[in-house]
């Protein structure tokens, strides 16, 4: 029988998943991370393990084809790299961003906002994907955990100045962290995951200085849709740990959907166009 | 003959300076970095040092009192620990942002806007300094040189990304820094001077994108100078290598005024009120 290999891997681990002919998923399979920018060897392991797991779950089997969506698939280089040590004739390596756009859409037009620790869109148009941002924290990232719960530090500091009021929520937050000084020395040590980690707090709340951080995102979020939407009627899916967040927001000014499915389904696509 | 020594410290070097009753200076020294929060022990041996360089040209004579103003006087417990180590009866230490203000203003009420690589502002009222900003290039330094360097870099990923238009300058440091995956890997490992290395470009440029990071860098000084003025009639003073370029800016919208010294006459003014 005929098999098709998904994978999706990323900084923290790898997923593959099995699927016959008809798109029916027989086997899944797990291993550590898949970054082929920074741990070539390592994420070719764990590429093939997971791939053994899977194929194993499912019986053993033939693939045809292989579907590949990999963090640092975009550094120069490291996809051929990795190509020439997969055992696939078949084999498309794109980055886990695209992959988790196909999943997110289908075959179909449409917008996908991913908001997690970092930020990053994309538009497909015709099967053909188009992504902006994800430039990371210092730069960009706009939206993201990392940058709301950054947003929201460096107001505290602006309040602590008297720039503007200090509200309860920064009151805490300063408080919390150890005093203005303590802010400051957070920040120079700060991780973006670190700054994320405050998001979700100023995500929930209704204190003035997070609903102006939430609002300059949001509009963050509505210009990088608006542009890659070019005024088409195309539909907008969120992603990542804030996509929720910001689809309630944002639901009465564009058309959100839900994801179709996951970057694993994505990867699997890939293997089926592949082959 | 009663003398009086002032001392600035910073990051790169201390400067000294020995001064009669009258406020003629007699004698200077230097040394190397006099930062007391992150080297004590060699900012105390640097300080001497410059004390006796002043010292040996002023031909010798007794210290009635000290001025310090020293990089790092405000992290916890760093002056007590400096000040059990000197030979002075009657010292004063602060930072040497006061003694720059102190400087700068002389006895005089006044704003004082700092920008170098990094921003602080403060105003003197009655002798007495209240500083804000300062807070480093992750969470604050607005319209510093590193922060207007970030901000053209980001800028620059904005044109890249379709957000606005690319223009020559912006086009030209894409190029020069490897293109955009370039910019990105830059931002990563910059530290705020490698930012700041791009400010004077910026700041010289008719480009439209420099234009608009000086106008906001130009927006961010103003609400300082406007919140430390409070509605009164202060002189703003510019200090900084970037202080003659914001000075003729905004010298129609404040009364901009030149330093009336350095901080090292700050200091030795911190001495002869120390006496």
Chains 1, 2 share one sequence.
Do not use: H, Y
């Not at 900084?11 to 998943?17: F, I, N, P, S």
Request: include cysteine; proline fraction near 4%; hydrophobic fraction near 55%.
């Amino acid at each position: 029988m005929q098999l098709f290999l998904g994978i999706d891997g990323g900084g923290t681990g790898c997923r593959a998943a099995v699927a016959n002919a008809a798109g029916a998923i027989l086997g899944r399979g797990a291993a550590g991370p898949a970054n082929i920018a920074s741990d070539p060897a390592g994420a070719a392991a764990n590429i093939i393990a997971a791939m053994e797991g899977a194929l194993a779950e499912a019986g053993g089997g033939e693939i045809a084809a292989a579907g590949l969506g990999l963090a640092g698939a975009n550094a120069a280089g490291a996809t051929e790299r990795l190509r020439a040590t997969l055992p696939f004739a078949r084999v498309t390596v794109v980055t886990d961003a695209i992959t988790a756009v196909k999943g997110a859409l289908g075959a179909g037009d449409g917008v996908v906002a991913a908001l997690g620790t970092g930020s990053v869109f994309a538009v497909q148009r015709a099967g053909m994907v188009r992504q902006i941002g994800g430039r990371g924290l210092v730069l960009g990232d706009e939206a993201s955990g990392a940058w709301i719960g950054r947003a929201m530090l460096a107001a505290s500091l602006r309040a602590v100045d008297g720039f503007t009021v200090m509200t309860p929520l920064l009151a805490e937050l300063v408080e919390e962290i150890g005093g203005p000084d303590g802010v400051v020395a957070f920040s120079l040590r700060a991780r973006p995951a670190d700054f994320a980690a405050l998001a979700p707090r100023v995500a929930q709340s209704d204190d003035p200085a997070a609903m102006a951080v939430m609002a300059r995102a949001e509009a963050d979020v509505a210009e990088a849709a608006c542009l890659l939407r070019g005024g088409d009627d195309l539909p907008l899916v969120f992603l990542g740990g804030l996509g929720t967040v910001f689809a309630a927001r944002m639901a009465g000014r564009f058309p959100v959907q839900a994801a179709l499915g996951t970057a694993l389904d994505g990867a699997l696509m890939l293997a089926r166009e592949a082959a």
